[in-house]
Nanobody, 127 residues
Framework: QVLLVESGGDLVQPGDSLRLSCTTSGRTFSQYSMGWFRQAPGKERESVANIMSGDGNKYYADSVKGRFTISRDGAKNTLYLQMDSLEPRDTALYFC????????????????????WGQGTQVTVSS
């Protein structure tokens, strides 16, 4: 069992920055592929950024490339999402997710590929 707890969501203005954190418990952190997903009202859950187990390769949605950065700290068992130049379209409930081991790239960004989910943290970007 892997427990995921997100934090860091807030109400901010366009152009501001936020850093989301996802603290994990359970098995060895580095053995999991992990990702940040978001879901806006009335929309499907979508992948924002993902990091592969082992080599730590990172992947981003086109809409956040150059603005968001995913990272992990093995010593703290924590996954981060640094979000810069936030836009109103980034408003959503953000989730952290994890699955054991590596998967093919095409599956890495699919919500159905993940076994463990946090409860989410709300990010609202509004002037």
């Amino acid at each position: 069992q892997v427990l995921l707890v997100e934090s860091g969501g807030d109400l901010v203005q366009p152009g501001d920055s936020l850093r989301l954190s996802c603290t994990t418990s359970g098995r060895t952190f580095s053995q999991y592929s992990m990702g940040w997903f978001r879901q806006a009202p009335g929309k499907e859950r979508e992948s924002v950024a993902n990091i592969m187990s082992g080599d730590g390769n990172k992947y981003y949605a086109d809409s956040v490339k150059g603005r968001f950065t995913i990272s992990r700290d093995g010593a703290k068992n924590t996954l981060y999402l640094q979000m810069d130049s936030l836009e109103p379209r980034d408003t959503a409930l953000y989730f952290c997710a994890a699955r054991a081991g590596r998967i093919i790239l095409s599956a890495l960004r699919a919500p159905s590929s993940y076994d463990y989910w946090g409860q989410g943290t709300q990010v609202t970007v509004s002037s």
